[in-house]
């Protein structure tokens, strides 16, 4: 077992695993739930099958980038729900604390410097034997170039080493986040969402924008007005308000990627 130096947390992140390599600490996390307790948290240095949303899959490279999950068992139902938005509001504050500069959330959970993506955010859940076991995966590129990432064709993702010019380890991202995640989570089970979700309209860059829901091959246009307390996203389209569900679609900036 390793640890995080600087973890301030009580139980999250107090079982850390570090691997070398793994498929996807995902599916290592839901395939070891059985023998690990709620809130450990596993980091891999590669993962040979990194999993994005939608079925995509993570380019993760040695050392290029935080490939971590954390595990979280027996959650009620309505926490899972908001699982998504929470996530996306501690990593983001956990990746602001650790770099001195902000970054913005694009529904539903990728977090973008001056529009280009640093980060994504899988949940995962399934019910097993009557309880309820989610995983929150999170990749953040720390330290790929500009060439680098044109090179595997992900022009619309930057890296934290081009949005600071500084380069962060993935232990200390990791703790971090960790440390963020500790805070929301005890911060939604004592005083409630509302102040969450207000923290998360005020960090999310879709709000207001003419927006794409691309589902499947379909595109409708339409325009982003709020994010309801279950996650979703409140757009205007053909004049009625309609509710998007996260990982039913992907939304795009009229004019790019945000
Ligand atoms: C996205 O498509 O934006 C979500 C990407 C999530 C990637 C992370 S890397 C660590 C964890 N393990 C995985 O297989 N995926 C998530």
Redesign the pocket.
């Known amino acids: 077992m390793d640890t995080l130096p600087g973890l301030a947390t009580k139980e999250l992140g107090r079982t850390f695993i570090h691997l070398d390599q793994v498929d996807?600490?995902?599916?290592y996390l839901k395939e070891n739930a059985h023998r690990l307790p709620n809130l450990a948290v596993v980091i891999a240095d590669r993962?040979t099958s990194?999993?994005?949303?939608s079925g995509?899959n993570?380019s993760?490279q040695p050392g290029d980038g935080l490939?971590?999950?954390l595990l979280l068992k027996d959650t009620p139902d309505g926490d899972l729900s908001r699982m998504p938005l929470l996530a996306a509001l501690a990593v983001r504050s956990g990746l602001e604390n650790l770099c001195g500069q902000p970054f913005a959330i694009k529904w539903s959970n990728?977090l973008l410097h001056e529009g280009k993506k640093l980060c994504?955010?899988?949940c995962e859940n399934r019910p097993e034997r009557g309880q309820n076991t989610a995983v929150i995966?999170?990749?953040v590129n720390l330290r790929q170039s500009r060439q680098t990432l044109d090179d595997l064709g992900l022009v619309y993702a930057t890296s934290l080493l081009l949005a600071t010019n500084k380069l962060f380890s993935p232990k200390e991202a990791a703790c971090a986040i960790c440390n963020a995640l500790e805070s929301v989570f005890l911060r939604n089970s004592q005083a409630g969402l509302p102040g969450l979700l207000d923290e998360y309209r005020n960090h999310c860059v879709t709000l207001g924008k003419q927006v794409k829901v691309i589902r499947g091959s379909e595109q409708v246009p339409g325009k982003a007005v709020d994010i309801a307390a279950d996650g979703s996203l409140l757009c205007e389209i053909d004049g009625k308000v309609v509710p998007i569900l996260a990982g039913e679609v992907s939304i795009r900036g009229m004019d790019g990627y945000a």
Do not use: A, P
Not at 24 to 27: I, L
Not at 50 to 53: L, Q, W
């Open positions: 996807s600490t995902n599916d993962q990194g999993k994005g949303r995509r993570w993760s490939y971590m999950s990728d994504g955010i899988l995966g999170i990749g």
